[in-house]
Nanobody
Framework: QVQLVESGGGLVQAGGSLRLSCAAS???????MGWFRQAPGKEREFVGT????????YYADSVKGRFTISRDNAKNTVYLQMNNLKLEDTAVYFC????????????????WGQGTQVTVSS
């Protein structure tokens, strides 16, 4: 079991950067972590994932080269560094945890945070 709380969202100008954090309680290091986002009227979509040790990451094509996921298991925290933000990045961002070996889909994740709003302005 793990509880997740996202933070770091806010308003940022297009081209700017933002760093999201997801603080976890429980057996954090036992879980692969994912970041997802959901814009109004759209389904929740995959952003990226990082394995339990932090040695492997995978990103959606829409954010590849701009976003970076990292984790610090000693601090029970996973991060999403977002650079060169675009208007279409505006969404509620969620972190999630799964015991699965791989996790590119929403349905594979067992635990979710409440989300943090990221708004990119022109």
């Amino acid at each position: 079991q793990v509880q997740l709380v996202e933070s770091g969202g806010g308003l940022v100008q297009a081209g700017g950067s933002l760093r999201l954090s997801c603080a976890a309680s429980g057996a954090f290091s036992n879980y692969r972590m994912g970041w997802f986002r959901q814009a109004p009227g759209k389904e929740r979509e995959f952003v990226g994932t990082i394995n339990r040790s932090g040695g492997t990451t995978y990103y959606a094509d829409s954010v590849k080269g701009r976003f970076t996921i990292s984790r610090d298991n000693a601090k029970n925290t996973v991060y999403l560094q977002m650079n060169n933000l675009k208007l279409e990045d505006t969404a509620v961002y969620f972190c999630a945890a799964t015991g699965q070996a791989w996790g590119l889909r929403v349905e594979l994740y067992d635990y979710w945070g409440q989300g943090t709003q990221v708004t990119v302005s022109s």
